[in-house]
């Protein structure tokens, strides 16, 4: 059964034109991680939330917002994607987060092309 | 800060051989480790992690790694290697609390 969910999985959008990207759980878990992945590359914390805590990464883009109306969804907003945000956004969740004694729990991923 | 190097983008293996995949990190704090897999079209999935105690870590699937502080290495090995191993390994640090700081990842590939 699917634990973390990520819609759509594939996402193509034009230059400027903004996108979201959803996530969803099924674990009820306390928090959500957005990560950007580009080819070839690590995957890059974008953002947090603790519960409904937000915590942003020093080096994230302005143009990357996010949203978590409840436990269960987290949605990542590019508000005028470019060239260069086209990559794997990769949704995951942690019962806590202290990962000494939580695991963080990786859903599918969504592979967005800026054209 | 934290970093982390995974020498070689890609790693050959032949089945049945050992499978070895390297690790090295950057870490001004005790460092936490992981290694994750990323079979095609799949998430991310915890193979292992170092916390604390005994520095040799047994995980899923057969592999295990070795914390060594003195040569700040987090090495992945698994005796022997099977077709269903072939896939994506990506070792992370970590300072304990929420962020996970990746390696670029090696692609495993395993031929008969």
């Known amino acids: 059964d699917a634990m973390v969910i990520q819609n759509p999985r594939y996402q193509v959008t034009q230059f400027g034109k903004p996108v979201t990207l959803s996530c969803s759980q099924t674990?009820?878990?306390?928090?959500m991680y957005w990560y950007q992945q580009k080819s070839s590359q690590a995957p890059k914390l974008l953002f947090h939330?603790?519960?409904?805590?937000?915590?942003n990464e020093a080096d994230t883009p302005d143009n990357f917002q996010s949203r978590r109306p409840n436990t269960s969804f987290c949605f990542l907003d590019i508000r005028s994607p470019g060239l260069g945000d086209t990559a794997m956004y990769l949704c995951?969740?942690?019962?806590?987060?202290?990962?000494?004694?939580?695991?963080?729990?990786f859903g599918p991923g969504t592979r967005l092309l800026v054209l | 800060a934290q970093s982390v190097t995974q020498l070689g983008s890609h790693v050959s293996v032949s089945e049945g051989a050992l499978v070895l995949l390297r690790c090295n990190y950057s870490?001004?704090?005790?460092?936490?480790l992981f290694w994750y897999v990323q079979y095609p079209n799949q998430g991310l999935q915890l193979l292992l992690k170092?916390?604390?105690?005994?520095?040799l870590v047994k995980g899923i699937n057969g592999f295990e790694a070795e914390f060594k502080k003195s040569e700040t290495s987090f090495h992945l090995t698994k005796p022997s290697a099977h077709m269903s191993d072939a896939a994506e390994y990506f070792c992370?640090?970590?300072?304990?609390?929420?962020?996970?700081?990746f390696g670029k990842g090696t692609m495993l590939l395993v031929s008969p």
């Open positions: 870490s001004s704090v005790p460092p936490y």
């Open positions: 170092y916390t604390t105690g005994a520095t």
């Open positions: 995951a969740t942690s019962r806590d987060a202290s990962l000494i004694q939580e695991t963080q729990y």
């Open positions: 992370a640090v970590s300072s304990g609390y929420s962020t996970l700081t």
């Open positions: 674990l009820n878990h306390n928090v």
């Open positions: 939330y603790y519960d409904k805590d937000f915590n």
